[in-house]
């Protein structure tokens, strides 16, 4: 069963605009990361955010963390055609380096 | 640094035939990862080594499927024999230290179509 859950599937947003998508997960966890993945491409990682952690930004990037409700939100701000891709959430499982990913969310960005 | 090298990266091959994915890590990394990415069921982690040994395979499909890693800067996936199904991308990954709390650089992937 998938232990990330990005929400919305999939935005379309303007240029200019900010855009935000969520992650939910189910166990309890040490860290949180966000990746990006080009059409056709590997994902990038974007940011890791650990779980004695509520906030951190990565230029026009923005990662919350709230465990108590086994939540993290992506915001990325004032957003260009470039940042069209898929992003996605994954949690660690255990101590041993094994990541779980969710299904994503595909961000369109219109010029 | 190249990044995580993989080849081929796309493959089509008929139902039966035995399929070999290769994956370079970056040098240095001691985990390396081999993913299906499928529009169905998403991103699946199948098997990832530490340090050449193979830490968990239960994402494995099945017996079909195969992974090894003779040395620290090669591994191959193979499929034998193939099936329409395992039409998938795959990626290799690789990390430093850890793959959870660490940065996992991802290649390319192979596209690969089983006729």
């Known amino acids: 069963s998938q232990q990330g859950e990005e929400d919305p599937q999939a935005l379309s947003i303007q240029e200019g605009e900010n855009a935000t998508m969520n992650c939910s997960y189910k166990?309890?966890?040490?860290?949180l990361q966000w990746y990006r993945q080009n059409s056709g491409r590997g994902l990038v990682h974007l940011i890791l955010?650990?779980?004695?952690?509520r906030e951190k930004h990565s230029g026009r990037l923005r990662v919350t963390l709230d465990t108590s409700k086994k939540s993290s939100s992506l915001l990325i701000t004032a957003s260009r055609a470039a940042d069209t891709a898929s992003y996605f959430c994954?949690?660690?499982?255990?101590?041993?380096?094994?990541?779980?990913f969710g299904q994503g969310t595909e961000l369109s960005v219109k010029p | 640094d190249a990044g995580v090298i993989q080849s081929p990266r796309h493959e089509v091959t008929e139902m039966g035939q035995e399929v070999t994915l290769r994956c370079k890590p970056i040098s240095g990394h001691d985990y390396l990862f081999w993913y299906r990415q499928t529009m169905m069921r998403g991103l699946e982690l199948l098997i990832y080594f530490n340090n050449n040994v193979p830490i968990d395979d239960s994402g494995m499909p099945e017996d079909r499927f195969s992974a090894k890693m003779p040395n620290a800067s090669f591994s191959t996936l193979k499929i034998q024999p193939s099936e329409p199904r395992d039409s998938a991308v795959y990626f290799c990954a690789s990390s430093l230290i850890s793959g959870s709390t660490d940065t996992q650089y991802f290649g390319p992937g192979t596209r690969l179509t089983v006729l």
């Open positions: 994954a949690t660690d499982v255990d101590q041993g380096g094994k990541l779980i």
């Open positions: 955010i650990r779980s004695n952690e």
């Open positions: 166990t309890s966890i040490n860290n």
